[in-house]
């Protein structure tokens, strides 16, 4: 293991149980720490557990300042979040925050917790368009790339959302209308309505977030789409399972059953047992694929790695994390043919050519898959 990584999880540990004890700080490279701890969206865990350990000065100066961004990144966001809620309200819009300070105020009563780099929103399908039109009379740029200025461009987004950033370039906005995207099988398929939805207080408002178990849902499948490379993402998962200790779950593995999508959340919870000390839920299957796959994530987390899983292995992961075959297709389906914005960058086709992306997108993986590493090895000789 990370001698780094090793103190990080101790620091998160000690974050979400002040009783725990803090790994010996002796022999630590501080560079490396200060590289794996933004890499894994853990800063504000990790400086809070060295606040009173006795530092080099200059590494103290840096914990100090980090403690201070996360809290500036997070009244920033915050104060964008609930005035674009009261905007979209004011037009009728029920949007429910998704991640950033909302799940960070709910899961650790503190909404400078989780960093994040956007905020996002989900909002019903029929309201992106008004959704997009109030941004951008707010000043906001889109900056999802789209194959035509059209509409129905917006929604050939391959994972169901649009982005925007604001007119100084420091807010990001992410509008979802699908919790996960076609092509990832997920507890929610099938699933029409909003799921259910719980209160909490942010900046003195009301706002409306995920209530616990579609949350937990939600928590389990979006890590595994991303093969649990972040920590944070597993720390969720933890505080939530610490803070509802009275989860539904009959409900949560009738809904993980209708879907055939059991192993996305047991990976997840086994994660957060494993790794974060998470109390082991009832009812825990002992799936030998459940565990291959924690073994997997878990071997590359502790090896202290700076680098993000790559496409084959990322697809590797979510192939074994997917229980059916048509689940395997659909994820093939989806993202190695259906056209991503890489293509529209190459290409500008209008509306009525736009299955003339599927074989450009074909074409396009080929030549960096098999053109590009050849045309590299020729240069080497």
Request: charged share 20%.
């Amino acid at each position: 293991m990370s001698a780094e990584l090793g103190f990080i999880l101790s620091a998160v540990r000690r974050f979400m149980d002040p009783n725990m004890g803090l790994d010996d700080l002796e022999g630590l490279d501080w560079t490396t720490l200060e590289e794996l701890a933004p890499r894994h969206r853990v800063v504000r865990m990790v400086s809070t557990a060295l606040l009173n350990a006795q530092l080099p000065l200059a590494v103290t100066s840096r914990v100090s300042d980090g403690q201070q961004q996360a809290v500036r990144t997070s009244l920033l966001q915050t104060l964008e979040l609930t005035g674009l809620l009261d905007v979209l309200e004011e037009h009728g819009i029920r949007a429910v925050p998704l991640k950033g300070p909302p799940l960070s105020e709910y899961l650790y009563h503190d909404p400078a917790v989780r960093s994040s780099l956007d905020i996002d929103f989900l909002v019903p399908r029929d309201q992106i368009f008004k959704v997009r039109d109030l941004l951008l009379a707010r000043g906001y740029t889109l900056t999802s790339k789209l194959h035509w200025n059209s509409d129905s461009a917006c929604l050939a987004s391959r994972e169901n959302e649009i982005s925007f950033v604001d007119s100084y370039g420091t807010v990001s906005v992410d509008v979802h209308w699908r919790l996960m995207p076609p092509y990832f099988a997920s507890p929610f398929d099938g699933m029409e309505a909003t799921p259910a939805l719980a209160s909490i207080e942010l900046a003195g408002r009301t706002i409306q977030t995920l209530a616990p178990e579609p949350l937990l849902l939600y928590l389990c499948s979006h890590g595994a789409k991303h093969a649990f490379n972040r920590l944070a993402w597993i720390c969720d998962i933890a505080a939530l399972l610490k803070k509802c200790p009275d989860l539904d779950w009959p409900a949560i593995l009738g809904q993980v059953a209708r879907t055939h999508t059991s192993r996305q959340l047991w990976v997840g919870v086994q994660l957060a047992v494993d790794l974060l000390g998470a109390p082991f839920p009832p009812e825990m299957p002992r799936d030998p694929k459940v565990q291959a796959l924690t073994r997997q994530v878990t071997d590359q987390l502790l090896s202290g790695t700076l680098a993000l899983p790559t496409s084959r292995e990322l697809s590797s992961f979510i192939l074994q994390v997917l229980e059916r075959p048509e689940q395997r297709l659909r994820y093939l389906a989806g993202s190695v043919m259906t056209p991503s914005e890489a293509e529209y960058n190459l290409l500008r086709l209008p509306p009525f050519l736009f299955f003339l992306y599927y074989p450009l997108r074909i074409l396009r993986l080929i030549a960096k898959a098999v053109v590009l590493p050849f045309m590299r090895s020729i240069r080497e000789l």
